[in-house]
Structure formats: C-alpha cells, structure tokens
C-alpha cells in the first residue's frame, strides 16, 4: 500500500473515532448549547490538541510503554475515571438550576481559557484513546514510514478533531437547539452526567477486573 493510501486509510479511521459518540461529543454540545457557539468552538479546540497529543504519543511509542508498564496504564485508567465521575456530578447538580435564553444570546458561563482546558482535559481524561491511536498507527504505518507520513499525520488528526467536534458546537449553538435545551435543561444535563458517570465507572470497573 502506498503513502498516499496509508495517509488516507489513517484518516478515515481517526475520523470515524472522533465520530462514534462519547464524552467528548457531550461536553462540547453542552458547551455550545449552554455558554456559546465560540466556547463550544474552544472546547473543540481543545478536543483537536489533545488528540494531536495522542496521536503524537502514539508515534513515539506510548503504547509499548503503557503495556510495559501495566501500573502506569491503570493509573491513568483511574485518573481519566474520576475526572468523568467529576465532571458527571457536576453536570447533576446544576441540572436543576434554570436560566432563559433568548435567539442571538450569548451567555458568557466561564472563560475562553476554561472552555478550551474542558476540552483538552476531557479528551485526555481516557488513556484507552492513546492506545486507539497507537493500534491505527502500528496495524497500518510500514515499520519503516520515510519521515513525511508521520508529520502530516500529526496536524491532520487535529484538523480531523478539531474540525468534527467544531461542526458539532455550530449545529448545537443555533437559536432553536439552544431554546430546547432551555425547556430540557434538567433532562439533558442528567442524561449527559449519566453518559459520563457510566463511562467512569466502566472504566473503574475495567481496572477492578483486570
């Protein structure tokens, strides 16, 4: 298979990761649909450099020492678990707590700053998409890859991620998705806690078993 297939295959993969839905999906479409589109834009920001961080780690060999090192996986395992189950109780307490928002309103709920690290700390919070990386780069990069393949794959797997979850904080931030996420607010947020929470407590789960 040739570079230029290789390159393709890889970001179609990447692609279809980013995506199936997840934590991910839910933090920057409640952030565009409960602050704004250009925080909901922040967090996707976010989401594209932690990937590109996975996704450099990955190149570098990050999987062989998350296998050799099964201690160090599990502590991020349980790190990632608690920063879900965190941001899952939060999300469940404020549920109840109301607001109105009219169309072209703006809310200004947090800085830029934290929107953005939202998004960074919520992509890396889950170890396993290291090693999601790591397997599309080993099953299908050559041993040995001439230097140009893995350097543009780097800011392509950014584009991929931060353009993906972008689209997504547009479409969630217009004037009729945020009016029913104003009549939902209580429900919506709930089931994203339980979205989140259920994917913390798999993973505590996954590290209890193993």
Do not use: C, H
Not at 59 to 87: C, D, E, H, K, M
């Amino acid at each position: 298979m040739g570079s230029l297939a290789i390159f393709f295959a890889v970001s179609a993969a990447i692609l279809l990761g980013a995506m199936s839905p997840g934590p991910s999906f839910v933090v920057v479409a409640r952030t565009a649909l409960s602050s704004s589109r250009g925080r909901g834009v922040l967090a996707a920001l976010g989401m594209g450099l932690g990937g590109s961080i996975f996704a450099l780690a990955a190149l570098l060999g990050l999987q062989l020492v998350l296998t050799a090192v099964p201690s160090l996986y599990r502590g991020l395992q349980i790190a990632g678990a608690l920063y879900l189950l965190f941001i899952a109780y939060t999300l469940w307490k404020s549920a109840p707590n109301l607001f109105s928002v009219t169309d072209g309103e703006q809310l200004q709920k947090g800085s830029a700053l934290q929107a953005f690290l939202l998004g960074l700390a919520t992509q890396l919070s889950n170890p396993k998409t290291a090693i999601v990386y790591a397997s599309v780069f080993s099953a299908a990069l050559p041993k040995e890859p001439t230097w140009l393949l893995p350097t543009a794959l780097i800011p392509t797997v950014f584009v991929i991620e931060f353009g993906w979850y972008a689209l997504v904080a547009i479409g969630f931030s217009t004037g009729r998705a945020r009016q029913a996420y104003v009549r939902g607010k209580t429900f919506i947020d709930r089931v994203a806690a339980g979205a989140m929470g259920a994917l913390g407590a798999k993973i505590l789960l996954d590290v209890r078993a193993n």
